[in-house]
């Protein structure tokens, strides 16, 4: 009895064992996440050789125990002593019971443990980058796993294409898988002990992927063994994934592909010329595809904003180290590498504010900030009464300031400075800093700010050199400039003050304009009117004159006749129309007696009665 | 056995490269590369280049970059020395002085900068504690030393960096100013205020210009109102004079003047409304006593 298959499996099973342990303890000490993905693969790797190693012991035991029984019987009927009887066969009545129920079951069971497990990894593990420490052992150990396990798995795979082992193609599939997975895992080890972190993380989730994958086959496989009329041969090596075998065997998929293309084409396609010239020529074809590959690192292309730095053997190449826009060759990858500078390309950045939103307003108003965070620079102020003690005599602006700048000297800027984008931007800030510092806020706001702009760049200029950073400052200017957010209010109501003023003073000359003309016209009316009395006056007092004059020459040729005619006349002028009264005045007495005849006096009889004066 | 031949060959290709990266490796320019053995450092190269080594475990090769780094320290306050708090932010270019030490004490450029940033903490606050606000912020760009700053602090750390750590540090700078929150506060109340002076004066500026108008308007209109008046009454004086002088003719006879004027009255004040109460002896009334009796 050939019990070599038995011992691979108990070998499989032991180094599955210990190479699990081994596997946990690194997880622990070493931090790479990669091992935890691990894991499923051992579980498959162990529960399956046991299953197989089982199998394949019932079989023989229970064939031995046959043969037994079989020469017993021989013996017992050519004996006198029925001695032992009917022996039940007890393992191949173990063996049907564990055909019949536990192989069937053990593909879903281990679907179902494969993707809890791959649901655990996807989700509930932390896939955070953290920096594995010990990689290269972790490498190492890998390496030597996966080297191992391989050997396992040819044995097992050669094994198990005789009829009698074939029950060992199963373990020897997952012990393959298994094997594959510690290259995978070796590799990305000694890409993060090189520096690239996220290899881990990358490596872990293709695990988890694979696991996934192989949980659906083998829920597939257990439902086609559930509904599929076949179930007895199926069910027996459902638990083998049909994918791994495909992958694992690659004899098997050849050939495969060989019978389907037969099979659709309807010849024997596989057996032609060209088919036999792919398979001979595949592995040639994909070593010269490879050779092509590296041949292509000694061609280079510089795009036109860039310029190229040859490097040999890392360090600069003595004869034409600059290569301009276009194409090139040189030596490949290890000898000759191309470091690219955007030479040609206009760089710039912006100080004081984070340009990120590209909502544009219309209008850009001092009380509504302009970008999302805007720096306040600090500038003095010249207000005198600002000295006193414990104040701080400063305002504060936003400023926002855009450079532009050009690399002249390629290999400086990229040999001098890890990174001279930061370098040239706390320049600029500098720069701003010390402007802002010594002018007033009064000057910056105004006509002053294109000359602060060019003294920045000067001042800019100025600090790459001293630096040797190999650009120059092509540009700087204040793009925008305004006060704090929070008071610019009070800022535009100094403009609205400034109106008022010269509508005060435009009020008052108004004023003005309507007061004085009336007075000049007034004063004028005054002047006039007393001019007319003055001439009134003299032409009235010349006309009596001369009417006086002319009297007293009459008057002195007849005084009494002269009196009498001019009184007389006056007194019938002007009694014309008055109503007189001539009463006989006796001397002496008071009394006047007044009868007034026009109105009737005796209205009736009983009115008669002495008049009295206060009547009439 | 062709095929066979083939891949024995490629194999022997592929071994033989791989041999090659384990006794050869390159440093690139702005690149420093320090080898150990088994731990301790042996030599550093400094200059860009292909050199040889031993496999892995007897050398092992770290390479640093060897270019200027710059650090942006945090924008912290400080006191300046006469009592006032301010932000300030500073920069510093450092790079690699000697690799073994680097090395031994620091082991990458995280770690350097974590060092450089403290002592960069520590005697920027030293520097500026020393010197008065108005050294930082001032209108009289002479008076302003930030420079000065920059350069003690450099001098300062230059030593501590080189001994301590094996950097050397390059350059320093000041790149931002800045006020605490709660000054920054009291600051825009003061720029809020001094706008509000400004508006003010000039809101009282127009309004003393309107008023000093408007008065010397009324002072012209008065003016010219009291020298019209001043001129009206020298023309009436010349007009009553002019008349005085004709009536100086009355005192040839001032009775018959006297009597003229009474009867000019007497006409005047008659008018056709008036009820006159005359006596019989008034002339020519006196006729209705006498008759026509000749007297």
Redesign the interface.
């Known amino acids: 009895m050939n019990r070599t298959g038995e011992s691979s499996l108990v070998v499989t099973m032991g180094l599955g064992g210990l190479l699990a342990l081994v596997t946990a303890y690194l997880y622990t000490s070493s931090g790479m996440l990669f091992f935890a993905a691990l894991m499923p693969g051992y579980l498959l790797m162990i529960s399956v050789s046991l299953l197989a190693l089982v199998r394949i012991r019932l079989e023989r035991v229970a064939a031995e125990e046959e043969r037994n029984r079989a020469a017993e019987v021989k013996a017992a009927s050519s004996g006198l002593f029925g001695s032992s009887g009917d022996l039940p066969v007890t393992s191949r009545r173990t063996q049907r019971i564990i055909e019949t129920f536990l192989v069937p079951a053990a593909t879903p069971v281990l679907a179902l443990i494969l993707s809890l497990w791959a649901w655990r990894l996807h989700d509930g593990l932390p896939w955070s980058i953290t920096a594995p420490e010990n990689a290269?052992i972790a490498a190492s150990f890998l390496a030597g796993q996966a080297f191992l396990l391989f050997l396992l798995y040819r044995f097992m795979l050669g094994m198990s294409r005789n009829a009698g082992d074939r029950l060992l193609r199963g373990p020897a599939l997952y012990t393959g898988l298994l094997s594959i997975a510690s290259v995978l895992g070796a590799a990305a080890a000694v890409a993060v002990h090189g520096g690239y972190i996220p290899a881990d993380t990358l490596a872990g989730r293709i695990m988890t992927g694979v696991w996934a994958l192989l949980a659906l086959e083998l829920v597939w496989r257990t439902l086609v063994m559930i509904y599929s009329p076949r179930r007895r041969t199926f069910a027996s090596t459902a638990y083998e994934s049909r994918i791994l075998r495909s992958v694992l065997s690659p004899k098997g998929w050849t050939t495969s592909i060989a019978q389907s293309v037969d099979y659709q084409f309807g010849f024997g396609l596989s057996g032609s010329w060209f088919s036999g010239f792919l398979r001979?020529a595949l592995?040639?074809l994909l070593?010269f595809q490879i050779a092509l590959f590296y041949a292509m690192t000694a061609m280079t292309v510089i795009q036109p904003h860039e310029v190229g730095i040859k490097?040999r053997?890392?360090?600069?190449a003595d004869a034409d180290p600059i290569l301009a826009s276009g194409f090139h060759w040189k030596l490949p990858w290890?000898f000759e590498?191309v470091?690219r500078v955007p030479a040609n390309d206009i760089l710039g950045g912006a100080v004081g504010f984070e340009d990120e939103d590209e909502t544009r307003r219309e209008v850009l108003l001092w009380t509504i900030p302009h970008y999302r965070n805007e720096?306040?620079?600090?500038?003095?102020?010249?207000?005198a009464d600002?000295r006193s003690a414990?104040?701080?005599?400063?305002?504060?602006l936003a400023i926002n300031l855009i450079y532009e700048y050009r690399i002249t000297n390629a290999a400086a800027y990229?040999?001098?400075?890890?990174?001279p984008e930061?370098?040239i931007r706390?320049?600029a800030?500098?720069s701003m800093?010390?402007e802002a510092?010594?002018?007033?806020l009064s000057d910056l706001l105004g006509g002053r700010r294109e000359q602060v702009g060019n003294d920045i760049r000067g001042r800019m200029q100025s600090?790459a050199d001293?630096?040797e950073l190999g650009v120059e400052i092509l540009f700087a200017g204040i793009q925008g400039i305004h006060?704090?957010v929070?008071?610019a209010d009070?800022?535009q109501?100094?403009v609205?003050?400034?109106e008022?003023?010269?509508?005060?003073?435009l009020?008052?000359?108004a004023?003005?304009n309507s007061?004085?003309p009336?007075?000049?016209a007034?004063?004028?009316a005054?002047?006039i009117?007393?001019?007319a009395?003055?001439?009134?006056?003299?032409t009235?007092?010349?006309a009596?004159?001369d009417h006086?004059?002319n009297?007293?020459k009459a008057?002195r040729t007849q005084p009494e006749v002269f009196?009498?005619r001019?009184?007389?006349e006056?007194?019938s002028?002007?009694?014309?129309?008055?109503?007189?009264?001539?009463?006989?005045?006796p001397a002496g007495t008071d009394e006047i007696l007044y009868f007034n005849f026009e109105e009737d006096p005796f209205t009736s009889v009983l009115d008669m009665g002495p008049l009295s004066e206060g009547d009439h | 056995m062709k095929k066979n031949g083939m891949m024995i060959l490629f194999a022997l290709l592929l071994a033989g490269l791989f041999v090659l990266t384990q006794v050869l490796f390159i440093v690139r320019e702005g690149e420093v590369a320090v080898v150990t053995s088994l731990g301790k450092p042996v030599r550093a190269v400094t200059e860009a280049g292909l050199y040889n080594r031993l496999p892995w475990p007897f050398h092992a090769i770290h390479t640093f970059d060897n270019r200027t780094h710059i650090h942006e320290g945090s924008f912290e306050e400080t006191l300046t020395s006469d009592g006032k708090n301010i932000l300030v932010s500073m920069f510093v270019g450092w790079r690699i002085a000697d690799p073994i030490p680097f090395l031994e004490r620091l082991g990458g450029v995280p770690q350097a900068e974590s060092g450089i940033d403290g002592l960069l903490r520590t005697y920027k606050s030293a520097v500026i504690g020393r010197v008065p606000f108005s050294d930082l912020i001032n209108t009289d760009p002479d008076a302003v030393k930030l420079e000065d700053i920059e350069r003690d602090v450099l001098a300062a750390i230059r030593d501590q960096a080189r001994d301590r750590y094996g950097l050397d540090i390059v350059f320093t700078g000041i790149s931002r100013l800045g006020l605490p929150e709660t000054i920054t506060q009291s600051v825009f109340d003061r720029m809020r205020a001094e706008r509000q002076e400004l508006a003010d004066r000039y809101r009282s500026e127009g309004q003393g210009e309107a008023i000093r108008i408007r008065a010397a308007a009324d002072a012209e209109r008065d003016r010219l109102l009291s020298e019209a008046e001043g001129k009206a009454r020298r023309l009436r004086a010349e007009g009553d004079a002019a008349a005085a002088q004709y009536y100086q003719v009355f005192a040839e006879d001032p009775e018959l003047a006297i009597f003229l004027k009474k009867l000019d009255v007497l006409r005047d004040t008659l008018t056709n409304d008036a009820t006159v109460v005359l006596s019989s002896d008034t002339a020519p009334y006196d006729l209705l006593k006498s008759g026509d009796a000749k007297r």
């Open positions: 290269l001979s592995i040639p070593v490097e053997f890392g360090r600069m290890p590498t470091r720096d306040l620079f600090i500038t003095a102020s010249r207000s600002v414990g104040a701080v005599p400063v305002n504060l990229a040999y001098g400075f890890s990174d930061t370098l706390q320049v800030y500098r800093t010390a510092a010594v002018h007033d600090r001293e630096a006060p704090p929070q008071v009070a800022f109501s100094v609205g003050s400034l008022e003023r010269e509508a005060s003073i009020l008052a000359r004023y003005t007061t004085l009336e007075a000049r007034e004063a004028d005054a002047e009117a007393a001019a009395y003055r001439d009134r006056r003299t009235q007092a010349e009596e004159n006086f004059t009297r007293l008057y009196r009498s001019l009184y007389l006056t007194l002028d002007a009694l014309a129309g008055s109503r007189l009264f001539i009463v006989d005045a």
